[in-house]
C-alpha cells in the first residue's frame, strides 16, 4: 500500500525567508510524486511533479521540489516567501508499477503561513 | 469553462435524504476522480472513470455511494439515505489522458453539509 506523511501540520516563515514544507512516501516502485496548494474554499491546483530524471523539479509560482529515493522525501521549497503563498499545500504519490491504474493518494496536509 | 465545474457548490440537506453533486469535467478528458475531502484532512479517492466506463470504485465508502458518467463527460455521483459523517467536500478532477504522470485538474468542490 501506498502513503504519504506530511509530519508538520503548520508551517511559519516570514516574507522573504525561504519555506520548506516536508513530504516521505512509501511506495513498493518507483514513485510519482505532486504538490498541489490549495486555497480557501476552492480546489486544488498542481504546483509540480517528479517523475523520472533530474532530482530536483522546478514548478509554477516560483516553488521546486526535491526528490530523495534513499530518504524517501520530496520535499517543497521556495527560495523567498511570499504572504500570497499562504495556503494549504499537500503532497500524493501514485505507484504505476503495478498492473492496471493506481489511485493517488494524498498527505494530510501542511499550512504555510507567511507574515509581512 | 475552461476548467472543472462543480454543482452546486454548497448543499445541505437532512439525514436519509438522497443528493447528487454534478461534475463537469474538461472538453475532452478522458480521465474523471472523485475525492472526499473532510475537514482537516486530504482528499481520499472514491472513484475513477475511463470515458464511462467505472474502472475503480474501490473508495466509495458504502453501498449508498453511486457514481456515474453515462456518456464519458458529466458524472454524477449520488448519496442515498445521507447520514451526518457524509458531510464532506467533494472534489471532481479530470485529467486529459490514462498517462499516470499527468496531473489532476480539480473542480473547486460540493460542499456538503448533513443536518
Known amino acids: 500500500a501506498q502513503s504519504v506523511a506530511q509530519p508538520e501540520d503548520q508551517v511559519n516563515v516570514a516574507e522573504g525567508n525561504p519555506l520548506t514544507v516536508k513530504c516521505t512516501y512509501s511506495?513498493?516502485?518507483?514513485?510519482?510524486l505532486f504538490w498541489y496548494v490549495q486555497y480557501p474554499n476552492r480546489g486544488l491546483q498542481f504546483l509540480l511533479k517528479?517523475?523520472?530524471?533530474?532530482?530536483l523539479v522546478k514548478g509554477s509560482y516560483g516553488f521546486e521540489a526535491e526528490f530523495n529515493k534513499s530518504q524517501t522525501s520530496f520535499h517543497l521549497k521556495k527560495p523567498s516567501a511570499l504572504v500570497s503563498d499562504s495556503a494549504l499545500y499537500f503532497c500524493?504519490?501514485?505507484?504505476?508499477?503495478?498492473?492496471?491504474?493506481?489511485?493517488?493518494?494524498f498527505g494530510k496536509g501542511t499550512m504555510l503561513l507567511v507574515s509581512p | 469553462g475552461a476548467g472543472v465545474s462543480q454543482s452546486p457548490r454548497y448543499k445541505v440537506a437532512k439525514r436519509g435524504q438522497d443528493v447528487a453533486l454534478r461534475c463537469d469535467p474538461i472538453?475532452?478528458?478522458?480521465?474523471l476522480f472523485w475525492y472526499q475531502q473532510a475537514l482537516g484532512q486530504g482528499p481520499e479517492f472514491l472513484t475513477y472513470?475511463?470515458?464511462?466506463?467505472?474502472?475503480?470504485k474501490s473508495g466509495l465508502p458504502s453501498d449508498r455511494f453511486f457514481a456515474e458518467r453515462p456518456e464519458g463527460s458529466v458524472s454524477t455521483l449520488k448519496i442515498q439515505r445521507t447520514q451526518q459523517e457524509d458531510s464532506a467536500v467533494y472534489l471532481c478532477?479530470?485529467?486529459?489522458?490514462?498517462?499516470?504522470?499527468?496531473?489532476?485538474?480539480f473542480g473547486d468542490g460540493t460542499r456538503l453539509s448533513i443536518l
Open positions: 478532477a479530470s485529467s486529459p489522458n490514462r498517462q499516470q504522470g499527468q496531473p489532476q485538474h
Open positions: 511506495v513498493s516502485g518507483n514513485p510519482y
Open positions: 517528479y517523475i523520472t530524471g533530474d532530482n
Open positions: 500524493a504519490v501514485r505507484d504505476p508499477s503495478g498492473s492496471g491504474y493506481s489511485t493517488l493518494t
Open positions: 472538453s475532452g478528458h478522458v480521465s
Open positions: 472513470f475511463q470515458n464511462e466506463a467505472q474502472l475503480d
